[in-house]
């Protein structure tokens, strides 16, 4: 099963996604991590990407690309995947298309996350992780039980992405409404397309999630 979850810049996308992988047994490919991992080793990807992320943009197709063709190819992804942050525009839905028509495989669903945009912009710029353990945390929502420490290593370290600020999550959103939001049309059109509240309670939104999937799997 070969999924995408479309959606706005901290619509839950990757949380859900983590969960899914559990439950459905398919790898979680997000090329948000794929380019902080390689912000992180510095790569020549990695230098380019860093400056364009640090402006609130969008990267280059071919720079995506060529991640996600390499990374589909790959044993773990033989019986599907989740793709969080590709497509982001209509260019790169159509070169994936093309992709995955080339080795005779095809998108079974698209799921949009529907957000208010206000509350996504403080639910963005309040967030912070352990830098030890990963786990994540909310100025707003979700802060450690024992002030300064991760409830689950209980580690002091924490950190903040750098473009996770009011005006940068602003621009990515006004990035997100011109090149992102068209996909949903595009799928719609596909019959591929279902939608799900992005602002419920996270257990409200994996049964919404899943109802959606079990109901292709069992199409299948």
Same mark, same amino acid.
């Given at each position: 099963?070969?999924?995408?979850?479309?959606?706005?810049?901290?619509?839950?996308?990757?949380?859900?996604? =983590?969960? @899914? &992988? $559990? !439950?459905? *047994?398919?790898?979680?490919?997000?090329?948000?991590?794929?380019?902080?991992?390689?912000?992180?080793?510095?790569?020549?990807?990695?230098?380019?990407?860093?400056?364009?992320?640090?402006?609130?943009?969008?990267?280059?197709?071919?720079?995506?690309?060529?991640?996600?063709?390499?990374?589909?190819?790959?044993?773990?992804?033989?019986?599907?995947?989740?793709?969080?942050?590709?497509?982001?525009?209509?260019?790169?839905?159509?070169?994936?298309?093309?992709?995955?028509?080339?080795?005779?495989?095809?998108?079974?669903?698209?799921?949009?996350?529907?957000?208010?945009? =206000?509350? @996504? &912009? $403080? !639910?963005? *710029?309040?967030?912070?992780?352990?830098?030890?353990?990963?786990?994540?945390?909310?100025?707003?929502?979700?802060?450690?039980?024992?002030?300064?420490?991760?409830?689950?290593?209980?580690?002091?370290?924490?950190?903040?992405?750098?473009?996770?600020?009011?005006?940068?999550?602003?621009?990515?959103?006004?990035?997100?409404?011109?090149?992102?939001?068209?996909?949903?049309?595009?799928?719609?059109?596909?019959?591929?397309?279902?939608?799900?509240?992005?602002?419920?309670?996270?257990?409200?939104?994996?049964?919404?999630?899943?109802?959606?999937?079990?109901?292709?799997?069992?199409?299948?």
């Amino acid at each position: 099963m070969k999924i995408i979850l479309l959606g706005a810049p901290g619509a839950g996308k990757g949380t859900q996604a =983590d969960n @899914l &992988v $559990k !439950r459905y *047994s398919i790898p979680k490919l997000s090329t948000g991590d794929m380019l902080r991992d390689a912000v992180t080793k510095q790569t020549a990807v990695g230098k380019q990407a860093q400056e364009i992320m640090k402006a609130g943009k969008l990267v280059p197709d071919d720079l995506i690309v060529d991640m996600i063709k390499d990374r589909i190819s790959q044993a773990d992804c033989h019986k599907g995947y989740i793709l969080d942050g590709f497509p982001r525009t209509i260019q790169q839905a159509e070169a994936l298309e093309t992709l995955l028509a080339s080795q005779q495989q095809r998108i079974d669903q698209v799921i949009e996350f529907s957000v208010d945009e =206000d509350q @996504l &912009v $403080k !639910r963005i *710029s309040g967030r912070f992780t352990c830098k030890s353990c990963g786990e994540g945390y909310n100025d707003f929502y979700k802060n450690p039980v024992v002030a300064g420490q991760c409830d689950r290593c209980q580690s002091g370290d924490f950190i903040r992405r750098e473009d996770d600020n009011e005006t940068t999550v602003r621009s990515r959103l006004k990035v997100y409404h011109e090149q992102t939001a068209p996909l949903r049309d595009y799928y719609q059109k596909k019959a591929l397309l279902s939608k799900v509240n992005g602002m419920g309670a996270f257990d409200q939104v994996t049964q919404e999630i899943c109802s959606i999937l079990d109901k292709v799997l069992r199409a299948a």
